[in-house]
């Protein structure tokens, strides 16, 4: 697997940058501030950038306006959701959990239900794929792993 691959292709606003490598490091307050603008051109009411992906490891930051909602990574493997700024509401095992910025839940098997945005809401979703599960199947099809 050659990770130093993995680099976005850039766009108009932002420039190209690697998601794979020893030490990334990110700013998560500038990179808020760029989903936050991001938010302000977009009619989806959410904006999101993978800020890393290495093997079957994906780190994904999204801004969510309150009320609504993001699709669950419904396949095997582990997750994390670490909420930055705001609230969001979670549904695990029937029950709907409100976490609010600084906590951080851990699922043992991904999400399966939608997020919801109590309030305009920054967090970070990390997930990671088995060899052969979710988008680690994908990418190794198209040569990218």
Do not use: C
Not at 59 to 74: D, H, S
Not at 84 to 96: C, K, M, S, Y
């Amino acid at each position: 697997m050659n990770t130093a691959s993995h680099m976005t292709t850039g766009t108009e606003r932002r420039a190209a940058r690697p998601l794979s490598g020893e030490g990334l490091t990110f700013g998560l307050s500038n990179e808020i501030q760029e989903l936050r603008q991001d938010l302000s051109r977009s009619s989806g009411q959410r904006s999101a950038k993978t800020l890393a992906k290495s093997g079957g490891l994906r780190v994904t930051m999204v801004y969510l306006e309150a009320n609504q909602t993001i699709a669950p990574e419904g396949s095997a493997g582990g997750a994390t959701l670490q909420v930055l700024e705001g609230r969001l509401r979670v549904q695990v095992d029937g029950a709907i959990q409100e976490l609010k910025a600084g906590e951080l839940m851990v699922l043992e098997q991904n999400l399966h239900e939608p997020i919801q945005a109590a309030d305009r809401s920054a967090f970070l979703i990390t997930v990671y794929w088995p060899e052969g599960a979710g988008a680690w199947s994908q990418e190794q099809a198209q040569g990218r792993h």
